[in-house]
Each structure stands twice: as C-alpha cells, then as structure tokens.
C-alpha cells in the first residue's frame, strides 16, 4: 500500500511562491512516475505537471509553464512542486499523485495513488 502525504500549503500574495511536498511510504518508489494535480471550488480536477521516475522528464500544463517546476528526490521518497509568481486563479487544492509506471501521464485515470490535497489560496 503507497501513502502519499502533501504538505507546504498556505496563503500567499499574488506574485509569491510556494514549494509543496509530496512524501511517500509504502511499497516501490523509485519507479513511479509522480504528477500533481489541482482542483478549484465547482471545477474539476486538473492535472498540473508530471515527472518521470527517475526525474529525466517533467511535463507541465501550458497555464503553469514557466511558473511552476517538479522535481522530486527518490532518496527521501519525496516529490516536489515549486511554484512561483503565483496568480489568483492558481488558488486550488493540490493533490500528489503516483502510477505504478516509469512514465509520466497527464490523466487522472492513469495514477493509481493519491494524497488528501493541500489548500493554496493566492490572494491578488
């Protein structure tokens, strides 16, 4: 069973950063593929940005390019998300994903594990 727990949530200014975490335990990690997801108020949930297993490829969604980096170390079975020049519309609740695959994916149906999300309210 894979645990997935996020955290570095908070309010910031619009403009601001963030970096979330994502620590993971349970079974394999190295050779998961991670990805992050987020979910506004009355929208669905949206992908955000994935990283291969071993960190050699990342994928972004065109609204975070640029802004938003993923990273992860399999060292400390955790992944990251840096965000900077935070917008308004970035506010959401930020989930951390696993898919027991080394590749990454840019769908919800394709991870297998989630975490319970973290809030990030930007305020303008």
């Known amino acids: 069973q894979v645990q997935l727990v996020e955290s570095g949530g908070g309010v910031v200014q619009a403009g601001g950063s963030l970096r979330l975490s994502c620590a993971r335990s349970?079974?394999?990690?190295?050779?998961?593929?991670m990805g992050w997801f987020r979910q506004a108020p009355g929208k669905e949930r949206e992908f955000v940005a994935a990283?291969?297993?071993?960190?050699?490829?990342?994928y972004y969604t065109d609204s975070v390019k640029g802004r938003f980096t993923i990273s992860r170390s399999n060292a400390k079975n955790t992944v990251y998300l840096q965000m900077n020049s935070l917008r308004p519309e970035d506010t959401a609740v930020y989930y951390c994903?696993?898919?027991?695959?080394?590749?990454?994916?840019?769908?919800?149906?394709?991870?297998?594990?989630w975490g319970q999300g973290t809030q990030v309210t930007v305020s303008s």
């Open positions: 349970g079974s394999i990690f190295s050779r998961y593929a």
């Open positions: 990283i291969s297993w071993n960190g050699d490829s990342a």
């Open positions: 994903a696993a898919r027991r695959s080394p590749n990454i994916a840019a769908t919800r149906e394709e991870y297998d594990y």
